[in-house]
C-alpha cells in the first residue's frame, strides 16, 4: 500500500472524478460507521488506499465503494475492541477489584466516598496514595502546577475526613 503510483492522476482527472463521486462516497462512508469524524476518517484512508493501488488510473467507483464498507467494519470492530477492553479495566468491580467488607464496615464507606469524589481530586489521592507519586510527578502527570496537585490532594482528605467523622456514633 506505501507504493507510489507511477503515473499520478492529472489534477484535472482526479478532481472531476472527486466532484462526481465524492459526495455518494462520503455519504456511504457517513452510513456505514458511528460518526461524522469516523466517516471522514474511513473516507480519506480510503480514497489513498485505492489511488495507490490504482496505479496511475481513476479508480473504480465499486472498488472504492467495497473498500469503505471493509475499512467501516474493520473501524467498528477497532472501536468495540477498545472499548469492551476499557470497561473492563475502568470496572471496580472487575474481577482484580473485590472489596472485602462488612454492610457496616468503615472501609466500605471509605470506598464509596473516593468513588464520589470529583474527578480530579480523586486522580491525585489515587496518585498520592496507592501510586506513591510526589506532587511534583503529579502535577507533571496531570499538567497542572505543583499548588494545584497539593491543594486537590489536601481537599480530597478533607472530604475523606468528614466522611469519617460522619460515621462516628
Known amino acids: ?3 507510489p503510483p507511477e ?8 478532481q472531476a472524478w472527486l466532484d462526481q463521486h465524492g459526495a455518494v462516497f462520503f455519504l ?10 469516523d466517516a471522514k476518517d474511513v473516507f ?23 473498500t ?13 475492541r477498545r472499548v469492551r477492553r476499557e470497561q473492563t479495566v475502568a470496572t471496580p468491580e472487575g474481577s482484580w477489584f473485590v472489596p472485602d467488607f ?13 468513588q464520589q469524589l470529583p474527578d480530579d481530586l480523586r486522580e491525585v489521592l489515587i496518585l498520592r496514595m496507592w501510586g506513591d507519586l ?7 502527570l496531570t499538567d497542572v502546577p505543583v499548588p494545584t496537585a497539593t491543594s486537590r490532594y489536601r ?7 468528614r466522611t469519617l467523622v460522619e460515621l462516628q456514633p
Open 7 to 14: 503515473k499520478p492522476p492529472s489534477d484535472p482527472d482526479w
Open 155 to 161: 481537599y480530597a482528605l478533607d472530604h475523606l475526613r
Open 44 to 66: 480519506q484512508d480510503v480514497l489513498v488506499e485505492t489511488w495507490v493501488k490504482a496505479r496511475g488510473t481513476i479508480p473504480d467507483k465499486a472498488v472504492v465503494l467495497a
Open 102 to 114: 462488612d454492610a457496616n464496615d468503615t472501609r466500605r464507606h471509605l470506598v464509596e466516598s473516593i
Open 28 to 37: 456511504y462512508a457517513r452510513q456505514q460507521t458511528r460518526s461524522e469524524s
Open 134 to 140: 510526589s506532587f511534583p510527578a503529579i502535577a507533571s
Open 1 to 3: 500500500m506505501n507504493v
Open 68 to 80: 469503505i464498507r471493509r475499512r467501516s467494519i474493520d473501524l467498528g470492530r477497532s472501536i468495540d
